[in-house]
């Protein structure tokens, strides 16, 4: 009888215990919210946090950042890693980038990243860039300029009559790489500072001609300069329009006609100009062309040499002299009548003059 009743007891007691547990879960479900993807969420009274398919969600509400670490005895120590979970429970990442976690007393701790590791990462990347950077230089110096260099003094000193063997699309390739490299600068410097060297050289080699000789030996040296010109000009085209154009807003042509008219014209400017006038009042001393040629070129390299010489340049190059007025008409018909007259006295005739009406001038 007594063991019956003890019996009932307990199994009354069950009943109890499985109604209020019942209880207890019906209350905690009556917080979870369920969407249309079957994604559970918990109310602000629950203690389980918002969770959603491409999230990972803990069961009770998180104020500090979890570690899950794997022990050193369940994998290899080469391939130990710790995942972090920052407070919002949103992103997950490797131990190495976000935090340093170390065990103490059977919690796990973690620590947000320090001031050093960043310090570290980026003395780091300066020094890789540093020496990318000074290999790159290396390389530029022993590979690449070198073979320009070369392209560049052949194509200096050949004479336009005689043919000579250059790659001019292995130059184009040689600057293309200087330029996409980063070297645009250095490549320009280096290579006005090769020519210029190139210039010095002429120079001292016309102040060796004699005074009689000067205005043929100049007109050689201004004509085989301009030649080498548009065979160097081409090929570094590249250079002139991403880095002298875009960057200095220069033209490279121009720069370099400039180095011709600093390290020769401008040495010998003055001691041209006498010859070349008295070259020009004498007839055919001088070939026209080559007079034509080295009066043009002092002009294109510098405009203002023609006040130098005025009535030197104005027979070559038109608005020379200012322009016409009209109060001097008759002075310019008389100087034309006298320029007529020592055509006449020189061998020059005027022709047939039969057709010509009586009662005009002669």
């Not at 200096?156 to 043919?163: E, F, K, M, Q, V």
């Not at 008219?261 to 003055?270: G, P």
């Not at 009209?326 to 100087?335: G, I, M, P």
């Amino acid at each position: 009888m007594f063991i019956a009743s003890t019996c009932t007891a307990l199994n009354d007691r069950s009943r109890l215990t499985a109604k209020v547990g019942m209880e207890a879960m019906e209350d905690d479900s009556s917080d979870v919210k369920d969407d249309h993807n079957h994604n559970y969420c918990a109310g602000s009274s629950s203690g389980v946090q918002t969770c959603s398919s491409n999230q990972l969600c803990d069961v009770t509400t998180l104020h500090q950042p979890i570690c899950l670490a794997v022990s050193g005895r369940e994998v290899e120590p080469a391939r130990r890693s710790l995942l972090c979970r920052c407070a919002s429970g949103s992103e997950f990442m490797d131990s190495d980038s976000c935090s340093e976690c170390s065990d103490a007393g059977g919690e796990t701790e973690c620590a947000t990243p320090a001031a050093a590791s960043a310090q570290d990462k980026f003395t780091l990347d300066s020094s890789s860039k540093f020496l990318l950077n000074a290999m790159a230089v290396e390389d530029y110096r022993n590979n690449h300029w070198p073979n320009l260099e070369k392209a560049i003094e052949r194509l200096l000193i050949h004479n336009p009559t005689d043919h000579i063997s250059v790659s001019y699309a292995q130059i184009y390739s040689y600057v293309y790489k200087c330029v996409c490299q980063q070297h645009s600068e250095l490549l320009y410097n280096d290579l006005k500072s090769k020519i210029a060297n190139h210039l010095q050289r002429v120079s001292t080699d016309l102040n060796a001609v004699p005074l009689e000789n000067l205005i043929e030996s100049f007109n050689t040296a201004l004509t085989q300069y301009i030649a080498s010109l548009q065979c160097i000009v081409p090929v570094f085209m590249y250079l002139n329009k991403f880095y002298i154009e875009s960057k200095l807003n220069r033209d490279l042509k121009q720069d370099l006609m400039n180095l011709f008219a600093d390290h020769v014209a401008e040495k010998y400017v003055n001691t041209l100009m006498p010859l070349l006038i008295k070259a020009h009042a004498v007839p055919f001393e001088v070939q026209p062309s080559t007079m034509a040629n080295v009066v043009k070129g002092l002009h294109s390299l510098r405009p203002e040499w023609a006040q130098l010489a005025p009535a030197l340049f104005s027979d070559f190059i038109p608005q020379i002299n200012p322009p016409a007025l009209e109060s001097l008409l008759l002075d310019y018909a008389a100087h034309d009548q006298k320029l007529q007259m020592e055509l006449s006295m020189n061998g020059f005739p005027r022709g047939d003059q039969s057709r010509k009406r009586a009662n005009d001038d002669s």
